[in-house]
């Protein structure tokens, strides 16, 4: 009866195991360091005033982690305006990775970045942004060009096929 026992404890220790590791398959490791930046996910739970629309943000940061708690949540500076704890689960989590490639405020700025420098490239009155093409029973009709212009408006214009 020991026997039969013993067979069915390991059967049942064997069968958790292949549970956890199924459970656990999804979970992050990720260790972060207070100073770290992080971006958080807006849960519609949590941040009700936040996620109204479909079309709202789902992710707000970056926030400055300021200390680990346990293995999967960490502590947060967050503004006052949140109104919510300051500590988050690490699965709502992901790390801000910063990137430096337009230093203008508004892309849309024509030579002239937010430091102060000019731009090299000068931008051509009539640049083609795009050519679309109209077609109607396999017959191509012309195309519609979108060009852009220095002053910042963009214009349509229709081009005639060759």
């Not at 704890?85 to 024509?110: C, K, M, W, Y």
């Not at 420098?117 to 931008?123: A, D, K």
């Amino acid at each position: 009866m020991k026997r039969l026992h013993e067979q069915i404890r390991a059967k049942i220790e064997k069968s958790n195991e292949v549970y956890r590791r199924k459970a656990n398959k999804h979970r992050k490791k990720a260790k972060f360091q207070p100073g770290d930046l992080m971006w958080i996910h807006l849960r519609k739970e949590r941040f009700p005033s936040k996620r109204k629309s479909k079309l709202a943000p789902r992710a707000d940061g970056p926030f400055e982690v300021i200390e680990r708690i346990g293995d999967n949540a960490y502590k947060l500076k967050l503004p006052g305006q949140y109104g919510v704890l300051a500590t988050f689960n690490v699965g709502d989590l992901s790390h801000f990775e910063e990137d430096d490639f337009d230093l203008r405020a508004n892309p849309i700025q024509p030579r002239e970045n937010d430091t102060g420098e000019s731009m090299t490239q000068q931008l051509d009155p009539t640049h083609v942004l795009s050519t679309f093409m109209f077609e109607e029973n396999s017959l191509t009709l012309g195309s519609r060009d979108c060009c852009f212009m220095s002053n910042g408006c963009s214009m349509l214009t229709w081009v005639k096929p060759n």
